[in-house]
């Protein structure tokens, strides 16, 4: 494992690249994916948090949850008083304040109204989701009908069809490619970052079917796709997937839908007291994959429980 881990649970982030990937429990294999625990825009962000919190005399807030990932959520609230608004009026958050913005990023009118009202504002969206919402701004310029591809209820598309000024189509699959207006014959696309590379192809090479230029970006972040090709190794190589994430975490629901796709029995849990061991009753070789904002100490107390219930049972 790499970085340091604390007992209070946070990893200091040297890398999400894991020394130590296989280990033997009883008669059990458990293979965790080498790119396991937070990314490095997820780290940026908490790091920025932590800091600010440490720092500031006055009350500290992020602008929704962070991240997707209700145990480093709880964590800052408990260790470091930063607690999260969800209501860009709340009074909380006016003189005095800091208001930190969450990883994927909010409409930018909302910064504004926080700076109006005298709360101190520090940019937390990631880098790769701030390129996305660039390039949407660009395409809405240069007047291409601004087409997201991603879910329409997730907040970094919300934050990114802003960057649009809200004038755009949001395709989440291939049904809502009718949702683009007949007229728009120049289509500029965007990818919500954590998508899956093969569902995007497919959407691209229907809108080029309908319009007479359409100019795409891939803003999937490489984060995305380095997990993904992890999730397949791990998928072919296992017969159980335990899969550790936020339920709220899209990149997190991906890991696991991939490796269903490649025939593993996956279990997407946000702690390890959530681990089904009836359904790994007959297992020989378990996987263990994470999202991008699952931190290190949540994955290695997984891990623990794992060899822990594994060893007992072949002593047993």
């Known amino acids: 494992m790499t970085g340091t881990r604390t007992k209070m649970g946070h ?14 429990a009883g008669n059990v294999e458990i293979n965790i994916a080498k790119h396991s625990g937070y990314c490095w825009g997820v780290d940026r962000a908490y790091e920025q948090t932590v800091a600010t919190a440490k720092t500031k005399d006055g009350p500290v807030y992020t602008f929704g949850p962070l991240i997707h990932n209700p145990q480093t959520i709880d964590l800052l609230h408990k260790q470091y ?23 994927h990023g909010v409409k930018p009118e909302v910064q504004e109204k926080f700076k109006e009202r005298g709360a101190e504002v520090i940019d937390a969206t990631c880098p790769y989701v701030r390129v996305t919402q660039n390039y949407a701004q660009l395409l809405h310029k240069q007047k291409y009908h601004v087409v997201i591809i991603g879910d329409p209820k997730h907040p970094e598309v919300i934050s990114i069809l802003a960057y649009a000024k809200g004038e755009g189509t949001v ?35 229907a809108l080029l079917a309908r319009a007479q230029e359409v100019r795409v970006f891939n803003t999937i972040c490489y984060v995305t796709t380095e997990r993904q090709e992890d999730a397949e190794t791990i998928a072919k190589q296992n017969d159980h997937v335990i899969v550790i994430g936020g339920k709220a975490s899209s990149n997190t629901k991906k890991l696991a839908l991939v490796a269903e796709g490649f025939g593993a029995k996956a ?23 994470a999202g991008a904002s699952t931190p290190n100490w949540l994955i290695d107390q997984a891990r623990d429980v794992l060899i822990e219930h594994f060893s007992a049972v072949a002593v047993s």
Do not use: C, W
């Open 11 to 24: 990893n200091k982030y040297t890398g999400d690249l894991r020394d130590v990937t296989q280990y033997k």
């Open 171 to 205: 395709i989440k699959g291939m049904y809502d490619i009718d949702h683009i207006p007949k007229n728009k014959r120049r289509l500029g696309v965007v990818v919500q970052s954590t998508l899956i590379l093969k569902k995007v192809n497919e959407i691209v090479n």
């Open 81 to 103: 008083g930063v607690d999260y608004i969800e209501d860009v009026n709340d009074t909380r958050a006016g003189e005095g304040s800091t208001v930190i913005i969450r990883t």
């Open 267 to 289: 279990q997407l849990i946000e702690k390890p007291e959530d681990i089904d061991f009836k359904k790994l009753k007959e297992a020989k070789r378990i996987g263990v994959l």
